[in-house]
């Protein structure tokens, strides 16, 4: 598959937004400013930015607790986002959800969850809503390698499967389900032979390598899009902080997380790009530099949106 | 569309869904065995029909999917009508009312609606034993968000099937397979049942009954045995309990003084416990008499017919404890 | 693989006794003796027979809602048995469980179930206490087809794999899930294919050939007890009767129960043994007879069993 | 074995697991990240160090499957205590509770046990959000076979922990997180609290003040504040919700003839309901004021810490209701 020079930009503006944001939002919980629980998806920037920058608006996606980089790659604004993170009025969800429930339906993200595979369970509905309406929309359900040992993933698959849904099931390994690692609660090496067990493709990649991820969606759009049911990617990557943000991480091995920022994935495809001449250093200096002009704006907006009032906590529990 | 010649309760059910499958394109039909099959105790008998495999779908067995397929397709426009079977087995899928459905409007800041309803059957009186006929709408009367209905006879469950269909939030309807034969001329045309309002079906100024689902046929028994023995009940059906019409209790009580709630789940954390307690909260000094719980016994439904038949409440232990109450 | 002339005898006395007693059940239940609701497995009786003769005393079954052949080829005293299917104070379970809830520990049936899947969830710690205490006692969780979609065969067979618990999965094909046909709910051909998903082995066989369905658990027992892990056997078959009594079975293709009548796993091996001269005709009335003389016996020790007092509903709930 | 030093509530779960697994070679622990990981927040730190990985079991993120692989392996005479994390996820093992645990010795006809123990843990307080810090014990509340105990402080959270251990019944241990750092002076060796059995912390004549788990501290911050306004507040520390102990709370408000509960959960259908119904309806007499209710309003726990703030009851919640009864 031949990826345009335009496409090639895309997926780079798209992981670099994704880890300006991620990153800042690293430093402002540090600091306090952030209430609830983070988890943060550094080091698995390509499987978002692959997948999403293959979909169309139409599209929509369901994503995880680890969800900001999913949710930013399929086109949120930052701004309403950051201030659902701060707990603000302003946030998409009036600052009820925060990072582990987020949502932000007119930019595609069906859903984040804090129940781990639940995502999935929903998307069925989304991609039913496709089929039914006779849309070519298709759905994509992100989640970790800990979730397929839940009912929800056999559940989901099963149903898509028999029902032949849209659905673009796209797992990101990133080696541990909170601190336990892979082998201790999979039985197999690639996960993604699981979708022969409801006669699907699944496809195994390095989740790092942001072009494979784009090209890999691309089969399972077109499978999912000319009504074939659902379509199973298993991406192989990382995630370079703690399960969640404050996580001392002593269950990682000496030397893990040194080896795979080796792999990081924006760093890999910076190199990529240069040496294709798609991008130079000024350039990329100037991307990174609006992401992050982007992001001060977002934090800013996000500061002085006002904190919910109590009436909130009342307001709109039944349409 | 005139009926005048009686219907039975499965039928209303059926009529319901099929009225509103007619009248909005967005609605559809979803479970194991709705379609081809036409339900597993017949009450969705011809909608595939009529309105083709797309709209009555049969799925593998997989309670907890087919919930968490009704919030995704209710938040992308679309008005899912579910069945669940037994009510036992929604237990497979409280995971989906609780955290997803119940809360994904308000979590989300309102920017979905959940319209769907899910079908669940109680099966007390047939034998059925421990893992199929249990009552269990306490768990999602204490859901904000849900809304649970529990339709008493054809009419009512006609109503309120067509009420929670085009309702914007989750509801649970609950049927009893015990009343599936009930008879009664419908009232004619298009109808609804209101969700959340409670009927007083018979007037009586001595002591207030809270019927909940197919009990009101025991307490409208037992109300007409008391009147034999001067005492006059105000019967009323509650229909929903999840929001609870306390407004239409408390007028009645205040009326009379004195309430005995039936319903067919177990007394402990039952749905009698929650109108109780508000009653004595809020009516502490109207009431003449404690507030009665006539409800099933703190134990399970056993198989054997005898020991299911004592443990299901009936006209005989209600009569008995409004005489205690009256008395 | 040599079966012996006593293990076929064997397995031939298991199917008549199960056959004779779900045959007297069907009569007695019709005559509206029998409360609640019934699901018998005839037809299915050469997965029961193969599977339990090939497993010691210590070894326990799970079965489900359609477990009575299941039970019997384990070796249940009918008595208790039938009293049970009465309601009955003798019954295993003193008339509180009936058909659908029924257990006969001690005779190493831990359980039927109401709810579809749920005997897998709970097969885990039974297997689970096998290992724990290093006997080397397997347990065979039965189910059909339908219940391979549920969340429980796959956070069942997960976990079984993951932990490396002795359990055979033992899925009775019989082409229904209660009036929904297997194409409708199963996407693929063979479900036994699932077991990959775990990297366990799996296997599809004639399910009406009581010889293989005994060979195959053969090496799925010494599997187990190898402690390699979970094993799965699925069983072609077909059930003879309604998903439950009283069923009028409408769902049907016209001539499909006849063609299965003819493939009836009794019939097929009276004519083998017969063939290989280990059962004569008379030999074979004989085993009938005896078969039928113990179900009467059954049968009036559950009708001389007095009900259970109300005082039963209260007592036991806790221990 | 003597501890002199404070320990905090974490800790002395940890210590009762560990003990208990000293004690008895069937007690083992099994869930999500509780063996080599020491558990998610680390209240099952060096267990799997002393008693090996055969002992302290990873599983899987399979909550119904954990569940079920305990009603197994207590039935085959094993004593399993799982870990379930937040309470929200035990949405996806109702069905191992109340259809397979609570049912399996009575529904069997007492051919075997269930003994074993689920850990949950409630988050209020901790901008969890909605998926992660519901209190959803009255669900468990209302199933017959259960019991389900509810830890006030460091020394019955060990008390209740080994209790539940060596009861033959399914056990559903509720854990606070808000609770894990409060630490305290522990009895001296061997103890248990027993299951089912409410104590009084304080005496009192003109309240009964009914605590659950960790409002217990609210209760006592509130009596306190009300002691200094004259009013004698008795608090009964529950400990249990299934069965409930209505004897020591019956007695006391036959002293005070007033009472106000107090728990995190919701109000509507909580434990509240159930204890408040049965008081006017067996204490009728002895009643002055209405059985009163502090607890979570009719809605979701939200993510902003001010509007979870809004939404816990606390202390001065407690007071105001109190001064109503009293006044
Ligand atoms: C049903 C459920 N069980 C347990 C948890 C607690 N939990 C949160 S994240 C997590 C691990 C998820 O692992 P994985 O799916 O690999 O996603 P990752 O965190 O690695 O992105 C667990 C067990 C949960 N949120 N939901
Ligand atoms: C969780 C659950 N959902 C639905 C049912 C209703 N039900 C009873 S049997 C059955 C079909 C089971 O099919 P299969 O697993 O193939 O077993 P079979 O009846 O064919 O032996 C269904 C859906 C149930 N008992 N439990
Ligand atoms: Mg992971
Ligand atoms: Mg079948």
């Not at chain 1, 600052?95 to 429930?101: F, L, N, P």
């Not at chain 1, 090209?215 to 990557?237: S, W």
């Not at chain 2, 909260?281 to 020991?307: S, Y």
């Amino acid at each position: 598959m031949k990826i345009s020079k335009d496409t090639k930009i895309d997926l780079y503006k798209r992981m670099v937004r994704q880890r300006t944001f991620e990153d800042n939002t690293t430093k402002i919980f540090a600091g306090g400013e952030m209430p609830g629980f983070l988890h943060l998806s550094q080091g698995e920037d390509a499987v978002a930015a692959g997948t999403c920058s293959n979909l169309t608006k139409e599209d929509v996606i369901f994503t995880t607790h680890r969800g900001h980089g999913c949710i930013i790659a399929k086109g949120a604004d930052l701004k309403p986002m950051m201030a659902e993170l701060f707990g603000r009025i302003d946030g998409c969800c009036r600052g009820r959800a925060g990072s582990m429930h987020f949502a932000d339906i007119s930019n595609g993200c069906m859903g984040s969850n804090g129940v781990v595979g639940e995502g999935m369970r929903i998307s069925l509905g989304t991609a039913f809503a496709h089929k039914y309406n006779k849309t070519k929309n298709v759905v994509a359900v992100f989640f970790g390698e800990g979730a397929t040992g839940t009912g929800a993933f056999h559940e989901s698959f099963n149903m898509a499967a028999t029902l032949k849904l849209p659905i673009i099931f796209v797992c990101s390994i990133n080696l541990y389900a909170q601190m336990t690692p892979k082998e201790d609660h999979i039985s197999i090496e690639n996960v993604a032979d699981r979708a022969a067990a409801y006669g699907a493709p699944g496809v195994t990649i390095d989740g790092n390598d942001v072009e494979k991820v784009y090209e890999e969606i691309d089969k399972a759009v077109k499978h999912c899009r000319a009504g074939k049911g659902p379509y199973m990617l298993e991406c192989k990557t990382y995630r370079h902080h703690g399960h969640f943000e404050g996580d001392p991480c002593n269950y990682r091995p000496e030397g893990e997380l040194e080896k795979w920022l080796k792999k990081d994935p924006i760093v890999l495809y910076e190199k990529k790009l240069k040496k294709e001449g798609v991008l130079d250093d000024k350039q990329i200096k100037e991307l990174k530099e609006a992401a992050q002009k982007e992001v001060d704006k977002a934090v800013a907006f996000a500061r002085q949106s006002p904190q919910p009032d109590i009436e909130e906590l009342y307001k709109g529990i039944y349409a | 569309m005139a009926e005048n010649k009686p219907l039975n309760f499965q039928w209303a059910i059926n009529h319901g869904i099929a009225e509103e499958m007619r009248r909005d394109p967005t609605v559809f039909l979803i479970g194991e065995d709705v379609g081809k099959p036409g339900g597993p105790f017949g009450v969705t008998r011809g909608i595939i029909q009529e309105f083709g495999p797309e709209r009555a779908v049969d799925t593998p067995i997989s309670e907890g999917a087919i919930v968490g397929l009704c919030c995704g397709a209710a938040a992308a426009g679309l008005r899912p009508v579910a069945e669940i079977m037994f009510m036992n087995f929604i237990t497979l899928a409280v995971e989906e009312f609780y955290n997803q459905a119940s809360k994904m409007r308000w979590m989300f800041g309102g920017q979905v609606k959940q319209p769907f309803v899910v079908r669940a059957m109680t099966a007390g009186g047939f034998g059925a034993g421990p893992h199929h006929s249990s009552s269990l709408e306490g768990w999602f009367a204490s859901m904000p968000g849900m809304k649970v209905v529990m339709p008493s006879n054809p009419r009512t469950a006609k109503g309120l099937m067509k009420a929670a269909i085009r309702d914007d939030n989750p509801v649970l309807y609950v049927e009893p397979l015990a009343s599936y034969k009930m008879k009664m001329i419908m009232p004619e045309g298009d109808y609804i049942t209101p969700i959340g309002k409670a009927e007083v079906v018979k007037e009586g100024s001595d002591v207030t009954i809270v019927s909940i689902g197919r009990m009101l046929l025991e307490a409208e028994k037992a109300a007409a045995a008391l009147e034999q023995d001067g005492i006059k009940a105000e019967v009323i059906d509650l229909l929903t309990v999840n929001p609870f019409d306390m407004e239409t209790i408390y007028a009645s009580v205040k009326k009379t003084n004195r309430c005995a709630i039936i319903h067919e789940a177990k007394k402990t954390m039952g749905c009698g416990a929650e109108i109780a307690a508000s009653l004595q909260e809020d009516m502490f000094d109207w009431l003449d008499a404690p507030v009665a719980r006539v409800a099933a016994p703190f134990t399970h439904i056993a198989f054997h017919p005898a020991l299911e038949k004592h443990y299901l409440p009936d006209a005989e232990n209600l009569i008995a404890k409004v005489k205690e109450l009256v008395g």
